[in-house]
Nanobody
Framework: QVQLVESGGGLVQAGGSLRLSCAAS????????MGWYRQAPGKEREFVAA????????DYADFVKGRFSISTDNAKNTVYLQMNSLKPEDTAIYYC????????WGQGTQVTVSS
C-alpha cells in the first residue's frame, strides 16, 4: 500500500514560482514510478511530470518543459515539483501519483496563478 500527501499549493502571480511536495509512505513505495498530474476546471486530468526514485529518468509534458522540474529526496521519501514562470493556465489541482502495477493518488493541492 502507498500513501501520498501533497502540499505546497497556493496563490501566486503570473511569473512566480511554487514548489509542490509529495510525501510518500508504504512498504513498497520505493519500487513505484512517481509523477504529477493536474486537472483544471472544465478540463481532463493531464500528465505533468514523472520520475523514478533514483532520479535517473524524468519525463515532462511539453507544456511545462523548461519551466517545471521534478526531483526526489529519498531520505525524506518526498517527490518535489518545482514550478517556475507560472502562467494563469497552470491553475489547477495538482495530484501526486505512484504506479507499479496499480496506481495510487494523493488528495491534490490547489495551485492558482493570477494574471
Amino acid at each position: 500500500q502507498v500513501q501520498l500527501v501533497e502540499s505546497g499549493g497556493g496563490l501566486v502571480q503570473a511569473g512566480g514560482s511554487l514548489r509542490l511536495s509529495c510525501a510518500a509512505s508504504g512498504r513498497t513505495f520505493s519500487s513505484y514510478r512517481m509523477g504529477w498530474y493536474r486537472q483544471a476546471p472544465g478540463k481532463e486530468r493531464e500528465f505533468v511530470a514523472a520520475i523514478n526514485w533514483s532520479g535517473i529518468r524524468t519525463d515532462y509534458a511539453d507544456f511545462v518543459k523548461g519551466r517545471f522540474s521534478i526531483s526526489t529526496d529519498n531520505a525524506k521519501n518526498t517527490v518535489y515539483l518545482q514550478m517556475n514562470s507560472l502562467k494563469p493556465e497552470d491553475t489547477a489541482i495538482y495530484y501526486c501519483t505512484a504506479q507499479l502495477v496499480g496506481q495510487y493518488w494523493g488528495q491534490g493541492t490547489q495551485v492558482t496563478v493570477s494574471s
